[in-house]
């Protein structure tokens, strides 16, 4: 092994906006929090997603890739139903794209990520 994971980054224009969507989405907390950079997770020395300020940020745009997505994460859930209502509540927009087992979502700065029933 050459190294371990740390963090999966996202580019955004606002990193307070996005952590905080994300920390209400995955139930994380605030580990690293820097002028323009915002790290979220279950501790510190574990990994992370984190969120970087980025100037004139283009969204990806889903599906296509005029504007490619490059990443995007799949969440688990019980109930489909409350969890789009619920990830609706806290900002994201629905593609109304996806099937019985899952649904395709984008984050408050337009990243796609996916509702997956399990």
């Known amino acids: 092994m050459i190294g371990s994971w740390h963090?999966?980054?996202f580019d955004c224009p606002d990193p307070d906006v996005l952590a905080s969507f994300y920390e209400d989405?995955?139930?994380m907390v605030r580990v690293q929090h820097?002028?323009?950079w915002?790290?979220?997770g279950d501790a510190p020395d574990r990994p992370a997603l984190a969120f970087q300020r980025v100037q004139d940020y283009?969204?990806?745009r889903w599906p296509g890739q005029d504007f490619p997505q490059q990443v995007h994460l799949d969440i688990r859930v019980?109930?489909?139903d409350l969890a789009e209502q619920q990830v609706v509540a806290?900002?994201?927009s629905s593609m109304d794209s996806g099937t019985e087992a899952f649904r395709v979502f984008l984050d408050p700065a337009g990243h796609?990520?996916?509702l997956v029933r399990w």
Do not use: E
Request: charged letters at 15%; proline letters at 12%.
């Open 58 to 60: 283009v969204p990806p």
């Open 7 to 9: 963090a999966t980054v």
């Open 112 to 114: 796609p990520f996916c």
């Open 38 to 40: 915002i790290s979220i």
């Open 90 to 92: 806290l900002g994201a």
């Open 78 to 80: 019980k109930d489909l």
């Open 34 to 36: 820097d002028d323009g």
């Open 25 to 27: 989405l995955l139930g």
